[in-house]
């Protein structure tokens, strides 16, 4: 195992000898992984990764990130529509009055996802490599199928339902909850010994991240509690992640047929039924993004709109 500060080895030492012996399943398999996390490399070079704001994205893609960090409406992919949507967006998140799964705890699963393909692929990500990354709906695979997600399995229509119950999750009891801050404590001391230093902001997005798939692998439970299982299944699936060539996933299935349509037809357009008032799709938005006009009239998709005789051009509300 690497080596820590003196004062930092006692601490972890005592830590991870108290987890070893808890008598929950999968838990031994997640102290070995953080025994060896130096050994391969794939820790530090996804910390590394975390921290590349500036060469992480091409120029032209940098300036699209940033305008969604500023939550200026970019959005990327249709999943992270729906979490803005239905997630709280607090300023800053407080135990006991915010729920325990909102936007920004929801979000840290693209930042990782980024920093994972940055590192596999070795070269800045562009519009095209965010296209596909996204395309291959892997941020679902994980919010659906959790340590399960690179078998690509089938996936579920989103619907709001799925962040309705992610809004509701909580801990099942005290003894969950110590056992995700053992971890996170064990995790600190592990950057601490690799990297000399804390960073707290890698530390908050990773806690964050793993607390989000904590609560998927609960909801894949049938359940709206975490539990101890919950956690140790959410270690497992970060480590399996930071592991994983997800360059390798493409788009598959009916998605694939649905964005190439989509594409071909250059987004189309969707026209009100009560008003005839128009509005052009733009690149990654779908017809069902959009529930009706802003006069309250049932919209209707057409791939060209000289099919529909219009000339008035109005926005409407997704």
């Known amino acids: 195992m690497f080596s820590l500060r003196n004062e930092y080895v006692k601490r972890l030492s005592k830590l991870l000898k108290e987890l070893e012996s808890y008598e929950i399943e999968g838990l031994n ?19 590394n990764a975390f921290y590349q704001s500036s060469g992480k994205f091409a120029p032209e893609t ?15 992919s249709k999943f992270q529509k729906m979490g803005f949507k239905n997630l709280d967006r607090p300023p800053l998140p407080v135990p006991l009055i915010t729920d325990l799964i909102c936007f920004p705890t929801f979000f840290t699963m693209y ?16 519009y095209d490599d965010l296209k596909t990354l996204y395309n291959s709906r892997i941020d679902e695979q994980l919010a ?9 399995l089938e996936l579920p229509s989103t619907t709001d339902n799925f962040f309705i119950k992610l809004k509701s999750v909580k801990w099942e009891n005290r003894a969950s909850k110590q056992l995700f801050n053992k971890l996170k404590e ?12 804390f960073h707290i902001m890698f530390s908050i997005a990773e806690k964050d991240f793993i607390l989000f798939i904590a609560a998927c692998s609960a909801i894949k439970d049938k359940n709206d509690r975490i539990n101890q299982e919950n956690v140790v299944t959410a270690y497992k699936t970060y480590f399996k992640l930071i592991k994983t060539d997800i360059t390798e996933y493409k788009v598959v299935g ?20 009560r008003c005839n008032g128009y509005y052009k799709l733009e690149d990654g938005e779908f017809p069902e993004d959009f529930d009706k006009c802003q006069c309250g009239g049932k919209l209707k998709y057409y791939e060209n709109i000289s099919e529909f005789d219009s000339t008035r051009q109005i926005d409407v509300n997704g």
């Not at 996390?37 to 794939?42: R, T, V």
């Not at 940098?62 to 970019?74: F, N, S, V």
């Not at 964005?259 to 987004?267: E, H, M, Q, V, Y």
């Open 186 to 197: 064990v995790m600190k001391f592990v950057r601490i010994g690799m990297f000399g230093y």
């Open 144 to 152: 659906y199928n959790v340590d399960e997600f690179d078998k690509m």
């Open 62 to 76: 940098k300036t699209k990130k940033e305008k969604y960090l500023l939550r200026e409406g970019y959005l990327y």
């Open 254 to 273: 009916d998605y694939k047929s649905q964005i190439k349509s989509i594409s071909s037809r250059d987004g189309g357009y969707l026209v009100c039924e």
């Open 29 to 47: 398999s997640v102290i070995i992984e953080i025994k060896c996390i130096d050994e391969e490399g794939f820790y530090e070079n996804i910390y």
């Open 111 to 126: 930042l990782f996802l980024e920093s994972v393909y940055y590192v596999k692929l070795g070269k800045p990500l562009d």
